[in-house]
């Protein structure tokens, strides 16, 4: 879950009044809300139209209570973000702020719950759920790690331009695990080279801890020794400032 006092706390940091807020991967519009709320503009790209819909619900809902001198009612588009550039002119965006789909994880994540994690701790005792977001073949949630680390890269390029000098992105992401043959994957540090690759700055790293979410679960005995990831990691870029 991303939840809505992690996207107000990025925005608040990142952001002053009147600016624009950008959320690639909308889902159900946690970061248009919390920027709204806090007299932010905020642009959306969902490509599940249920996802859509709930977002459009939950921001009509707040919008009724919603007292601000500015109009800071979403905009919400059910469209793929690649095709970000039809939208958002040059240097408007103030902090880009989302919780990406991790690739094909998910999708395998639920293969393996079906046979090997189907009596595990994590299912049991954390009581976690996972379903994948769509069946979109543009879906970065369906892509596997090398092609979405490819559009990612785009996604980061086509960003930097409609992004101000100086303004902000921040990836909120889980490392993950494709054991044997790939026992550690390092998405944190992943995206911020690929972000660096087409220009952005790395500008900070925040450790967001977990552990009072869900508990520590040992994995892999008798073979091996291993722990569920039990943290995220935000990955906070910069558009270099043009002198």
């Known amino acids: 879950m991303f939840p809505l006092k992690l996207a107000d706390r990025l925005i608040t940091m990142y952001s002053g009044p009147g600016d624009l807020v950008f959320e690639p991967f909308a889902g159900v519009g946690t970061t248009l809300i919390a920027a709204s709320a806090l007299g932010r503009r905020s642009v959306g790209f969902e490509l599940n139209p249920e996802f859509v819909k709930v977002a459009e619900g939950w921001i009509a809902e707040e919008s009724l209570t919603l007292l601000s001198p500015l109009d800071t009612t979403p905009t919400l588009y059910n469209d793929d ?65 090398d092609k979405f680390l490819e559009d990612s890269r785009e996604l980061f390029a086509a960003l930097l331009p409609v992004t101000k000098p100086d303004g902000y992105a921040v990836w909120v992401v889980k490392d993950y695990r494709l054991p044997p043959d790939r026992p550690y994957i390092s998405m944190h540090s992943d995206i911020a080279k690929v972000a660096q690759e087409v220009g952005w700055l790395w500008h900070d790293l925040i450790v967001w801890d977990q552990n009072e979410q869900r508990r520590l679960v040992l994995l892999g005995y008798p073979t091996r020794f291993y722990t569920n990831q039990n943290c995220s990691f935000l990955v906070v870029l910069r558009r270099k400032l043009v002198k």
């Open 81 to 145: 973000c690649r095709n970000l550039a039809k939208y958002l002119e040059p240097n408007s965006v103030q902090v880009t702020v989302t919780s990406p789909p991790y690739a094909d994880f998910i999708r395998r994540s639920v293969e393996d719950r079906k046979k090997t994690h189907k009596t595990s701790r994590i299912v049991h005792d954390n009581n976690s759920k996972v379903k994948a977001y769509s069946d979109d073949t543009r879906d970065f949630g369906n892509l596997d790690y």
